[in-house]
């Protein structure tokens, strides 16, 4: 699919929890052809060489009749705060639609379970939008969404798909909303005492988070693709700094890897050498610093 380069309009800006904000940008080339799952690289400073690098940001929610796209941000760093400083009518610089986005599932039947963690919402919620409007229109009672963060502050409302008739679980580390513990203890407190596995699993987090994930869902019949996290240069795979361990089929001594730009960043969790991930994951895709 061919990317393109385009300066986007901010429409919009809103603070939706601590230190996260909703962007929407007005991206008539770069949204028609966008899928859940894929993301944008943006260029936070129009004039002059600082930041230098552009960040890597998840479709949050994709409108393409009006070729408008919304991407939520997490301030870490100096190239996001910029970012969530940028006001509307400004513009930024927007290369896309790049990546491998979600594989939908084609049956109504389906029960399919999203677990998010913090700022993995973003990409998830594009795919929860498209199933509401596609293959599970008529059926959100087969949507299950766990949302966990460390403290309801950092919670962004979702109060629109529970109206909509999604499965919400919330959880928080300190107890302040929802379930007390992680998103991974609500996932396990209601699966794990079921005899029926949901037919799908989606997921994006912190790298504990998946990879925990990765663990419970190794020997249980369920279909899986996570959104993974990196830090890239390019989002185009010139600059090989989201290369992963990956599992070669054909020769499990082999070292072979995985980028996450091209790649990913949706993959089969099964593909990926997990004990050997943390040392080379540095920062979120949809949370990017410096």
């Keep these: 699919m061919p990317r393109v380069q385009e300066k986007a309009k901010i429409l919009e800006s809103h603070k939706e929890a601590e230190g996260t904000y909703r962007l929407v940008l007005y991206a008539p080339k770069i949204v028609p052809t966008a899928r859940p799952g894929q993301f944008v690289m943006v260029r936070v400073a129009s004039e002059g060489a600082d930041p230098l690098l ?8 994709l409108h393409k009749e009006d070729g408008l796209c919304e991407i939520l941000l997490r301030v870490v760093g100096a190239g996001t705060r910029l970012l969530s400083q940028r006001q509307p009518g ?3 610089d927007v290369v896309g639609p790049l990546g491998r986005g979600f594989t939908a599932p084609t049956r109504s039947d389906e029960t399919v379970v999203f ?7 973003a990409p998830l919620r594009a795919l929860l939008d498209h199933l509401l409007a596609t293959t599970h229109k008529g059926h959100p009672e087969r949507l299950h969404l766990y949302y966990g963060a460390r403290s309801a502050s950092e919670l962004i409302a979702l ?8 499965v919400s679980v919330v959880s928080t580390d300190d107890g302040s909303a929802g379930e007390r513990g992680t998103v991974l203890d609500a996932v396990q407190k209601r699966w794990n005492a079921s005899s029926q596995m949901p037919n799908r699993l989606y997921a994006c987090g912190s790298l504990p988070m998946q990879v925990n994930l990765a663990r419970w869902v190794r020997r249980r019949d369920i279909w899986v693709e996570m959104s993974l996290e990196s830090m890239m240069a390019c989002g185009i795979g010139a600059c090989l700094g989201c290369a992963l361990p990956a599992v070669d089929p054909e020769d499990p001594q082999a070292q072979r890897y995985l980028h996450v730009c091209q790649d990913g960043p949706v993959l089969d969790p099964k593909r990926i050498r997990w004990d050997k991930v943390q040392p080379l994951i540095a920062r979120p895709l949809i949370s990017a610093s410096l």
């Design 54 to 61: 552009a960040r890597p940001f998840s479709f949050h929610r």
């Design 90 to 92: 400004s513009s930024v």
């Design 115 to 121: 677990v998010a963690g913090g700022i993995g919402i």
């Design 159 to 166: 109060h629109d798909l529970k109206r909509a008739g999604v």
